[in-house]
């Protein structure tokens, strides 16, 4: 019994699919954390009061927060005098279509949908409608 105690202690355990399966989680399959840490920190820059993104630069790729903390910036309306000319102008001329995170997961048969986007530098948009039944 000994020997068996002392093998099982560097034995490595997967808690998360446990926690998953009874928690309210339970119905997620996959989750995009690349999307999950960019919606944080769009949010966090966005902030008037927030004017470097080098904390951050410590734990993530230096291109990925300068990329994500201008975006945000831009998209928020706040100053723009100490981002680089050439940033700017990718971000500018970019075009999204996205679907906004305010949507419903949802709907029942009875309720109208309406989906909102996040659209930018687009000229003409065709939305084709179908009826599911």
């Not at 560097?10 to 998953?20: E, M, W």
């Not at 902030?47 to 201008?70: C, K, M």
């Amino acid at each position: 019994v000994g020997s068996d105690r002392k093998s099982n202690r560097n034995a490595s355990l997967d808690f998360c699919p446990l926690y998953i399966s009874r928690s309210i989680f339970a119905n997620i399959t996959e989750i995009d954390h690349g999307k999950l840490v960019t919606d944080y920190l769009m949010n966090f820059f966005s902030a008037d009061d927030v004017t470097t993104s080098r904390p951050y630069q410590n734990y993530l790729r230096h291109d990925f927060v300068e990329s994500v903390f201008s975006r945000a910036k831009l998209y928020s309306g706040s100053s723009v005098a100490n981002l680089k000319p050439d940033i700017i102008q990718e971000h500018r001329d970019k075009v999204i279509i996205e679907f906004s995170p305010q949507n419903k997961e949802f709907y029942t048969p009875e309720t109208p949908v309406t989906l909102l986007c996040d659209i930018k530098n687009v000229k003409t948009l065709l939305i084709k409608v179908f009826e599911i039944n």
